[in-house]
């Protein structure tokens, strides 16, 4: 049977249909290609260390840019023209861009924290100092934690203020020479290897 021989109502019918048909397949594809990403991403994450908070930025991240694809292809399947779906994709873009450089301090953070779990160039537990030039003594403290935006130290500094607790933003340790110092055997006991808090 051909579409010839179809009656009149479902020929009618038969473009609205394939609309629908191909709606339903960008709909069905984005959210397998989003569980497949996901799942790529938790891979990582296992055979990387990476903890479980790191890993929720790009997995939001990964599903944002997904849904957006979808809506834009699924938006011209139901007859929006092109130059439109282009002027509102080119007007997200900006305004992201905008954000984008407006939250630069904290995105940048955030990166060097996965850089810092994943070349791990110190550890819970270590002692280090920051040094703003080789030739000056700078911060000094001990390693408590590495949050996703900074990494808390104690401070051993100075006198007056040992034991107080300093917050190094993650990109600093990118940008200063660092000096460490492993713990040592009955210190390296008190701490665990990998600490991860919330923000």
Not at 76 to 97: D, K, R, Y
Not at 145 to 160: K, N, S
Request: positive net charge; charged residues 15%.
């Amino acid at each position: 049977m051909t579409v010839d021989h179809l009656p009149s109502w479902a020929l009618d019918a038969l473009p609205t249909l394939l609309h629908a048909g191909k709606i339903i397949l960008v709909v069905v594809g984005a959210w397998l290609l989003k569980r497949l990403i996901w799942r790529i991403v938790e891979r990582l994450g296992q055979a990387y260390n990476l903890p479980a908070r790191m890993l929720v930025p790009l997995r939001t991240m990964a599903g944002w840019i997904i849904v957006l694809v979808a809506t834009l292809m699924v938006m011209q399947q139901l007859g929006v023209s092109a130059a439109v779906i282009w002027s509102a994709f080119t007007g997200f873009a900006a305004v992201a861009a905008v954000a984008f450089f407006a939250a630069w301090s904290v995105l940048s953070n955030l990166f060097c924290s996965f850089l810092l779990f994943t070349s791990a160039p110190f550890r819970v537990g270590d002692r280090l100092e920051i040094l703003d030039a080789s030739d000056k003594p700078g911060v000094k403290g001990r390693v408590l934690e590495i949050r996703l935006l900074y990494t808390v130290l104690q401070d051993l500094t100075a006198e007056d203020t040992r034991g107080a607790r300093l917050q190094i933003p993650n990109s600093a340790f990118f940008q200063k020479t660092i000096r460490r110092w492993p713990p040592e055997a009955d210190e390296a006991e008190q701490f665990q290897w990998a600490s991860v808090s919330g923000f």
